[in-house]
């Protein structure tokens, strides 16, 4: 921001008129990613104790909620087709994903293991989500599903890969 502190904004193209969403001086608000209807922005905020949560915030600005409990860190937000989000968190001294419906609050790791997983994206399909695994200090990509299957690695091993990203 021009105050130097990280804020969300939206711009319109059309005119490059700036409008300011949040207001949280001291903390670092990073990472928005849009709800698939347009209404809301998922973000990560350390406004509380410097530790890096999820809120969500209404398109129209006002004042963001946060929507995780679990870890002690929480990153990546990414909103699915379905409305729900996921993201990584910090439990165990590991980076674990998780699911959350945010209309009920609950949270669920669907990821586990003496390992990182990182960096999920929602598939279309709105039941698998590819992510980066991290073991030994190398990653990668692999496909979790959601209703408990066992994890798909996508990618061969070979160098590292991360930031998993699908097409519509």
Same mark, same amino acid.
């Given at each position: 921001?021009?105050?130097?502190?990280?804020?969300?904004?939206?711009?319109?193209?059309?005119?490059?008129?700036?409008?300011?969403?949040?207001?949280?001086?001291?903390?670092?608000?990073?990472?928005?990613?849009?709800?698939?209807?347009?209404?809301?922005?998922?973000?990560?905020?350390?406004?509380?104790?410097?530790?890096?949560?999820? @809120?969500?915030?209404?398109?129209?600005?006002?004042?963001?909620?946060?929507?995780?409990?679990?870890?002690?860190?929480?990153?990546?937000?990414?909103?699915?087709?379905?409305?729900?989000?996921? @993201?990584?968190?910090?439990?165990?001294?590991?980076?674990?994903? @998780?699911?959350?419906?945010?209309?009920?609050?609950?949270?669920?790791?669907?990821?586990?293991?003496?390992?990182?997983?990182?960096?999920?994206?929602?598939?279309?399909?709105?039941?698998?989500?590819?992510?980066?695994?991290?073991?030994? @200090?190398?990653?990668?990509?692999?496909?979790?599903?959601?209703?408990?299957?066992?994890?798909?690695?996508?990618?061969?091993?070979?160098?590292?890969?991360?930031?998993?990203?699908?097409?519509?």
């Amino acid at each position: 921001s021009k105050d130097g502190n990280p804020e969300l904004y939206i711009m319109n193209l059309a005119d490059g008129a700036l409008a300011r969403l949040t207001r949280s001086p001291g903390a670092n608000e990073a990472s928005p990613c849009w709800s698939p209807d347009g209404r809301q922005i998922a973000y990560v905020s350390d406004q509380v104790n410097r530790q890096p949560r999820i @809120y969500v915030i209404n398109r129209s600005g006002g004042q963001g909620q946060r929507v995780t409990r679990s870890g002690s860190q929480n990153v990546a937000p990414n909103w699915g087709p379905n409305g729900q989000l996921t @993201y990584a968190t910090l439990t165990g001294g590991r980076f674990q994903i @998780y699911v959350l419906d945010p209309a009920t609050g609950e949270e669920r790791q669907i990821s586990s293991g003496n390992v990182d997983f990182e960096d999920p994206c929602w598939a279309p399909d709105g039941r698998h989500i590819a992510c980066t695994r991290t073991e030994n @200090y190398r990653s990668q990509v692999v496909l979790l599903d959601t209703m408990g299957d066992p994890y798909i690695v996508l990618t061969d091993g070979k160098g590292d890969w991360t930031s998993p990203n699908w097409t519509k």
